[in-house]
């Protein structure tokens, strides 16, 4: 199996956290080529990726409220925001569901969206913005609040509590505030404090990521062909199935065992304990 057939295994079975990293770091492969000015060494992201803050071009892009929160402005922003990614949502998933994590994600990402856009446009300054941050924060904060004294083990500082960790990244991002990247800052306090309301609401009853499931699955059913069934003759076989026949029961009875217990050992121990022939017939089961 080469190291395409593992990507491409690993976005099948990682779940919902690991298709958004696969994601995020896509839109970042796609803006090095297509948006990065090589010779001045930055990113120019066009205005119909980034979210800015001018209402003229925010009210004719809507789309922008989404799309700002997949792409990263340099290795370190998307390096640094994928780690934290996969420490959030290995926490976050421990409570919730797949469909609450995308729901959370995206509307987090619009919240934070209109948070940094209205500030931005009431205090009379123009910019734009890009990052995962402001859904990051919202999945942090929003484990944290519904588990502050879970005990994390960190390297060089042992275990410490979540709502420590979470604390701390709140308290640089106040201190910063003034120094640089306002609207990012604006963005992630914002996502912090929509994470903190959708748990708040969750505990009440209120699943806000039930907007955003009930919107994906209509889309999903709406281009979903309606299954066909034309006419057929049937003809009845009397006769007694042939040994053949029950082989081929066996052998498959046999290969769903074997992806069954593949996938066991993925659950308890994570896609890099397979051996290379697992992965390979893992691999050629699902084509």
Known sequence: MNILDDLKLQYRLGGIAMRVMYWNIACFIVSLIFFYNYSNGFFNFPSWIALSSDPQVFMFKPWTFLTYAFFHDGFLHLLFNMMVLNFASSLFLTYFTQKQYLGLYLLSALFAGVAFALSFYLS????SIVGAS???MAILVATTTYSPLMNV????????????ITAV???????????????????HLAGAFFGFVYIKLLQNGTDLSAIV???LDFFANLFKKSPTTPFTKVHKNYRKPTEKTTSRIVTKDKTQQQIDEILDKISQSGYDCLTKEEKEFLFKAGK
Request: proline content about 0%.
């Open 213 to 215: 499931s009930k919107t």
């Open 169 to 187: 990244i709140i308290i640089l991002d106040l201190m910063q505030f003034r120094l640089g990247n306002m609207g990012g800052h604006i963005s």
């Open 153 to 164: 083990r960190l390297f060089l500082f042992g275990n410490v509590k979540l709502w420590h």
């Open 124 to 127: 009379n300054i123009g910019g």
């Open 134 to 136: 402001a859904a990051i």
